[in-house]
């Protein structure tokens, strides 16, 4: 098989996922690890994800640890396949995985090289395809889907109270958010309200103490009758976090603007500081869009900031219990740095839910 790129760009590699093609927008994600949590992170929907570590497969699939119920990229695509893994809890090869799951993957393939590429001239539409397909066609017609539709195809069509300790009560607005998000919660105790961006949340809005928002695949500008729906957690002041597209949601709902990086920031290692301390941290992120700080109203100030490109990594409003993270603070995979956060954000709630 091979990957084609719309400026001619072709990289031959070996098949080792289903013989099937796919066409998406081609990603690169430079963390060590995590190609698991990667490959099922519902935020990779509609994408083609090259993994830059050499050595792709050396410790197979776990049973359980998934970000959700399903492999959500396109394609994959490595400089080296592992077909031998060695770890204790593997049940399969990556290999099996992606061919059960009916996507394709390609190895044998100079990641350095396409990446240099992708970093030169931005984020591409590209398509994995058979040996003699025409590139030009199967840019077009190969299967992909709709970047607009691909918070409708991850975000769930119902609404499930979860169990969880004697904490707070959490309405989480799902958009395609990660397990681990969940999971982070109901360790500390919350219970959580899970709902789908479209289901008809707002009548567990006088039930719950507090509101998280959570990541998910696309660009936020496609969200507008989201939002409209969004602000009326606001006009309620219940305290609101948001998390990667949960953050750029809730920008836009306080009146910022979004925008597109060139080819986005997906790694293990992204620095960076909080607004006004020296406090830095190393974060995991997986986004192709940015909040544009300019365009911050007077009384929502930043609160994180990327120390490799200067951009939005925080929000949090002056006055009211509204604030969100660009980064993902439960990691998975990737640095726990900041984990705390989910404990600011619950002592919020619970400081909150006293008052009222």
Not at 333 to 342: I, K, M, N, Q, V
């Amino acid at each position: 098989m091979k990957l084609c790129l719309p400026d001619g760009t072709t990289a031959i590699g070996r098949s080792f996922g289903a013989q099937v093609e796919a066409r998406g927008e081609v990603v690169f994600h430079t963390g060590m690890v995590g190609y698991v949590e990667a490959l099922t992170d519902p935020s990779y929907r509609g994408q083609i994800l090259v993994l830059t570590y050499p050595l792709i497969g050396n410790y197979g699939v776990p049973a359980d640890g998934m970000e959700s119920d399903r492999i959500q990229v396109q394609g994959l695509v490595v400089s080296r396949y592992a077909k031998t893994y060695s770890h204790h809890a593997a049940v399969r090869s990556l290999g099996d995985w992606l061919s059960a799951s009916g996507v394709p993957a390609i190895e044998g393939v100079d990641t350095r090289r396409l990446v240099q590429t992708l970093r030169s001239h931005g984020t591409m539409q590209g398509a994995l395809l058979a040996d003699d397909r025409d590139p030009q066609a199967g840019l077009v017609d190969a299967p992909g889907i709709a970047m607009r539709d691909a918070v409708g195809l991850v975000s769930p069509q119902s609404i499930v109270e979860l169990p969880g300790g004697d904490g707070p009560t959490i309405l989480l607005i799902d958009t395609g958010a990660k397990e681990s998000i969940v999971r982070s919660l109901q360790v500390r105790g919350a219970k959580v309200i899970r709902a789908g961006a479209s289901t008809s949340w707002e009548p567990y809005l006088s039930r719950v103490d507090g509101v998280l928002l959570g990541n998910g695949p696309g660009d936020p500008r496609d969200q507008g009758p989201l939002i409209e729906r969004l602000r009326k957690i606001l006009d309620l002041r219940l305290p609101t976090f948001g998390i990667c597209l949960g953050h750029q949601l809730l920008a836009r709902c306080l009146g910022a603007d979004t925008f597109k990086l060139p080819f986005g920031h997906r790694s293990h290692n992204q620095p960076v500081l909080e607004v006004g301390t020296r406090r830095a941290f190393i974060t995991s992120q997986n986004h192709g869009y940015a909040v544009d700080e300019k365009t911050l109203p007077g009384d929502v100030l930043p609160w994180f900031v990327n120390l490799n490109d200067g951009t939005n990594e925080g929000i949090r409003h002056a006055s009211l219990p509204f604030s969100s993270v660009q980064f993902h603070p439960e990691a998975a995979a990737g640095p726990r740095d900041t984990a705390l956060l989910f404990d600011e954000f619950l002592r919020t709630v619970s400081a909150a839910k006293r008052t009222r």
